[in-house]
């Protein structure tokens, strides 16, 4: 296995043996519980370089979630749940405004070819209020 990074794009096989991992360290009742709760492993692992990515860049620019959620007119939390790798709540517009403020369009049309199945099931909401 390469060498991974919290921003680098996991593969299938990259992402079945962690999530496998993970269930091992856990334990099968914790695994049922999250999957109870609606939370998806393999989802949350394909989305967190995104998160990870999006802060980081950020970061960079010296944004405060405020600033990037008023520069975006849209509300902070919905940046704090694609930060936050809340996948189940992550809205695909927001995403796309996010991602061409901070400047990752490139990195992030080769996260979407590997994950376009997940990018085709976040959430898209029609309008937004500040």
Known sequence: MRK??????????EVAILASGIHQLVGER??????AYGLD?????????VAERCRVARSRK???LKDAARA???????????????VGAVDQSV?????????IKR?????KAQNSS?????RPVARHAR
């Open 4 to 13: 991974l990074t919290t921003t680098s794009i996991l593969n299938d096989d």
């Open 72 to 86: 975006l007119r849209v509300p902070q939390y919905r940046l704090k749940d694609i930060e936050g790798n809340r």
């Open 62 to 64: 010296d944004l405060s």
């Open 30 to 35: 914790v695994t049922l519980a999250a999957e």
């Open 95 to 103: 995403l796309i405004l996010y991602i061409e403020l901070l400047d």
């Open 118 to 122: 997940l990018y085709e099931s976040l």
């Open 41 to 49: 492993v393999e989802a949350m692992l394909r989305f967190m370089p």
């Open 107 to 111: 990195w992030f049309s080769r996260w």
